[in-house]
């Protein structure tokens, strides 16, 4: 079973920008697909990004297109999440997640989340 940490959140303000990093321990990480989602206070967990294994193929929900970056590094065991031109609205606590396919949104392994919060 790999066991996934995030880091990286903080305190940034509206336009900024902050780079997420999930880590992972255990199975060999390049067999995984990655995903990064969040949740915001009061509502449900969105899917944010996803990565294949090799970096070759990402998905983004639209709400993020262009302004968020996935990549990885399968020799550091690290998923990262490149957050460009933060909204107030995209506090949450953000988790990275095995997923079961790249275009599922099907979890197999929930890291434990950062804190993201973004003033105006």
């Known amino acids: 079973q790999v066991q996934l940490v995030e880091s990286g959140g903080g305190l940034v303000q509206a336009g900024g920008s902050l780079r997420l990093s999930c880590s992972a321990s255990g199975r060999p990480f390049s067999a995984y697909v990655i995903g990064w989602f969040r949740q915001a206070p009061g509502k449900g967990r969105e899917f944010v990004a996803g990565i294949n294994w090799s970096g070759g193929a990402t998905s983004y929900a639209s709400s993020v297109k262009g302004r968020f970056t996935i990549a990885r590094n399968n020799t550091k065991n690290t998923v990262y999440l490149q957050m460009n031109s933060l909204k107030p609205e995209e506090t949450a606590v953000y988790y990275c997640?095995?997923?079961?396919?790249?275009?599922?949104?099907?979890?197999?392994?929930w890291g434990q989340g950062t804190l993201v919060t973004v003033s105006s």
């Open positions: 997640a095995v997923l079961r396919s790249l275009g599922s949104i099907a979890v197999e392994v």
